[in-house]
């Protein structure tokens, strides 16, 4: 029926039931509804929501009469909650478990058991609305917290289906997940997906860290291999409708409350802040560092106001009704302390803004307060700087805050550190023009750029392509009927080329790299191989250019060494391919070396362009352990620079960027006009191989894990077997 299924817990309209059997529909103006207008406007696409409407206020007549009409008007099919659901799923699990959880307020979570159960069945609700309207080409793009479970749901029965799921809040770090009781089903969900998206690479990574402590997944290149297929893992923030904000005009039709304060605030400095009303923003802080900026910056008194909206947010929630009644104080405690006769510090307005208005408070601010604990992105400060057309304007950001990672223009606070956002006001207040115009120059671009509307393109785009790479990781094993296919290819064809990897490939691994060495009865094949007529060999390995030479240097066969640094054709001298600098290895050889001590029987091997961690032969718990720290603090290291992580088999690699044995197999590949061209390797590294490879080209995994190789066998026996008939 569709081609693209947009899953959200709300609808992109909101159903208003009225007297005598009537209702009406109004849109949505939030963020996701219009990211996804463009997407949810093609036709053969539609919106699986919930209509924001408790079940037990419809009968079977009104109920069907509101499905037609969101079906037919507005292409939205809706879901029904009961009492129950609403308030054991959306109060319960999704509001008092995750959302704290997940904005780092363990202090704030609840953990009951019939929240869980109903989280569970109402994922499995979402389910069965989306079930009857899945087919082959269905592409589903499952948004946020509330259905974490569905794309695992969808997977499950529909292992065709191209599912996406982006995350609109912060995915925490491994140690505030790891408190959730249902954690491993929540990862199984969500790993339902053929792409992950999140705001952040800080959530991204927080994800890989869960993921491979508690399920064991490995990840690479931003894959998670999951058996017979890959979920790729990645970074999309989520941009604004900049064209709607920066068209904003001259003040239009706006409430009377709001004129006044336009009135009244006339001739002084404004410092702004808009959010929900929710303790993950930060506001009794906000209220508190301008408390601190009047008492050390005197001379702003009756100079500058702080205008504070919040708007109404899950009241049904204890926490929030205690959150409004602190914040009142805070306001009433700071205009009484520092307030005079016709002038009142703090405006605190406990309610929504129009578009309209918002667009006339952020023109008329000097001063955007953006400091929440904790946020996904925080799309507030986008919408603010859009607004101001003349480029003016000044952004105080919380680091902790999605949009900081972006935003760097901005004055980034500690949303924690009272001082330091009282040190920034002051800061914010006396930016010469000059400075506030390079900034907002530069951030109004990059808004410019990545719009909403390219969000969520960008984020179909990768979907539809990982999704087609993911179908073709399904190999083929090879088997008699076509391993006798290859060998007749091979024989007919006039230019062949073979690329072969070492370890793993050719020769089973061994405990350490010296033990490794070539059978004879391995050399004798390569060299007939070689020897074979308008036959070219290329063994491409990531061993130093000492054993490569020693082993192979007397065989008529190409080599290439450590990735593709060091090549050598046959019978002439080694090249060095890649010149690189090598100086990151005394910041980073230290940090390995502290592994190696701290894990018996591991080891470093330092090669031209790189160092590798081996740990084959250590005890394998304390190795896996060893492995996540090593390689979370790697991380660190290799940030902004041109260096990569790689892993293969025991093996833990730091090595820059360039080095590639995709680099090389290309290099080959232009060589001449190849009519058949067969490439084997078994590990990480040789999927760069596969990848640059011809269509037409025989690509074969050296065992079970998933590949971009068209071909599996068994081992590396079953490998040597189809050369000998070679």
Same mark, same amino acid.
């Given at each position: =029926? ?26 949505? $103006? ?48 809706? $879901? ?20 704290? +959880? ?42 946020? &917290? %509330? ?5 695992? =749901? ?24 790891? #408190? ?8 199984? /969900? ?10 952040? &690479? ?14 064991? &997944? ?7 291999? #999951? /058996? ?43 410092? !702004? ?20 900026? !009047? ?21 049904? @929630? ?17 205009? *009484? ?26 023109? /008329? ?45 901005? $004055? ?22 000059? %400075? %506030? ?33 993911? #179908? ?12 006798? *296919? ?15 990897? &070492? ?18 009865? +391995? ?15 290329? $063994? ?18 190409d080599l290439s060494a450590e990735h593709g640094i060091w090549i050598r054709s046959a019978g002439e001298k080694w090249v060095q391919h890649l010149v690189l600098k090598d100086d990151w290895k005394a910041l980073i050889k230290p940090v390995i070396e502290s592994y190696v001590d701290r894990t018996p029987k591991s080891f470093i091997e330092e090669k031209t ?25 790697? =991380? ?14 025991? @093996? ?19 060589? %001449? ?54």
């Open positions: =029926m569709a081609g693209t299924i947009i899953v959200a817990n709300r609808l992109p309209v909101s159903v208003e039931l009225k007297d005598e059997g009537k209702f009406a529909i109004k849109e949505s $103006i939030g963020g996701l509804a219009t990211g996804l207008k463009s997407v949810h406007a093609e036709k053969d696409s539609f919106w699986i929501g919930w209509s924001a409407i408790d079940a037990d206020d419809l009968n079977a007549e009104r109920k069907t009469v509101i499905d037609e009409t969101l079906i037919k008007k507005h292409r939205c099919l809706p $879901i029904y909650l009961d009492k129950e659901e609403i308030e054991n799923f959306y109060y319960g699990y999704c509001n008092k478990t995750i959302w704290p +959880l997940f904005h780092y307020f363990p202090n704030m979570t609840t953990w009951e058991h019939e929240h869980w159960e109903s989280y569970l069945r109402v994922n499995r609700k979402f389910y069965k609305a989306l079930e009857k309207h899945l087919r082959r080409d269905t592409t589903v793009w499952v948004h946020d &917290y %509330q259905l974490m479970l569905l794309p695992g =749901m969808i997977r499950e029965s529909h292992p065709n289906v191209k599912i996406g799921f982006f995350l609109h809040i912060p995915f925490p770090s491994y140690e505030i997940f790891r #408190l959730l009781p249902m954690r491993e089903e929540v990862l199984h /969900g969500i790993l339902g997906a053929d792409l992950i998206g999140f705001h952040t &690479y800080d959530y991204v990574r927080h994800f890989f860290s869960s993921t491979r402590r508690l399920l064991g &997944y490995e990840n690479s290149f931003g894959k998670i291999s #999951l /058996g017979n297929r890959l979920a790729k893992v990645d970074a999309f923030p989520m941009g604004i409708d900049y064209e709607r904000y920066n068209r904003a005009g001259k003040v239009g039709k706006i409430r009377e409350n709001t004129h006044k304060l336009l009135d009244e605030t006339s001739g002084k400095q404004i410092v !702004l802040s808009v959010d929900r009303l929710d303790y993950t923003k930060g506001i009794p802080q906000r209220i508190k560092a301008f408390s601190k900026f !009047l008492e050390l910056n005197p001379q702003y008194v009756e100079k500058v106001h702080l205008i504070v909206i919040a708007a109404p947010s899950r009241e049904e @929630v204890d926490y929030y009704a205690e959150l409004k009644r602190e914040v009142e104080e805070l306001v009433s405690e700071v205009n *009484g302390r520092h307030g005079r006769i016709g002038w009142m510090p703090v405006w605190f307005f406990y309610q929504s803004f129009s578009f309209t208005e918002l667009a006339a408070l952020y023109r /008329g601010s000097d001063v955007m307060l953006v400091t929440p604990l904790r946020d996904g992105m925080n799309l507030v400060v986008k919408e603010y700087i859009a607004c101001r057309k003349d480029h003016r304007g000044v952004v105080i950001l919380s680091e902790t805050a999605g949009a900081s990672s972006e935003l760097s223009e901005t $004055i980034a606070v500690n949303p924690n550190d009272i001082n330091a956002i009282a040190d920034a006001i002051r800061e914010a207040l006396e930016m010469p023009i000059y %400075q %506030q115009l390079h900034r907002n120059k530069i951030l109004h671009e990059r808004l410019k750029r990545y719009t909403v509307k390219h969000w969520a393109k960008d984020f179909l785009h990768k979907l539809s392509e990982n999704a087609f790479g993911a #179908l073709h990781t399904k190999t083929i094993w090879i088997h008699k009927e076509s391993g006798i *296919g290859i060998v007749n290819k091979f024989k007919s064809s006039k230019k062949r080329l073979l690329i072969l990897d &070492y370890d793993g490939t050719l020769t089973p691994l061994r405990q350490l790299p010296e033990m490794a060495r070539p059978s004879k009865d +391995l050399l004798q094949l390569l060299r007939r191989l070689g020897r074979n007529k308008n036959t070219t060999v290329l $063994i491409c390995s990531g061993r130093s250019r000492q054993d490569m030479q020693q082993w192979f240097g007397s065989l008529p066969v362009l790189g160092l590798a961690w081996h740990y084959r032969r250590c005890e394998p718990d304390q190795a896996h352990v060893r492995l996540n720290e090593l390689r979370d603090t790697l =991380m660190e290291y290799i940030q902004n620079r041109n260096l990569c992580l790689l892993e293969g088999n025991k @093996v833990l690699e730091v090595r820059d960027v360039n080095a590639s044995k995709g680099n090389i197999v290309n290099l080959w590949l232009q060589k %001449q006009h190849w009519d058949f061209v067969l490439c084997a390797g078994d590990d990480v590294t040789d999927e760069e191989m596969f990848k640059v490879l011809p269509s037409k080209a025989y690509s074969i995994k050296v065992g079970t894990e998933s590949s971009d190789a068209r071909y599996h066998v068994k081992d590396c026996a079953a490998l040597l077997e189809l050369l000998n008939h070679l």
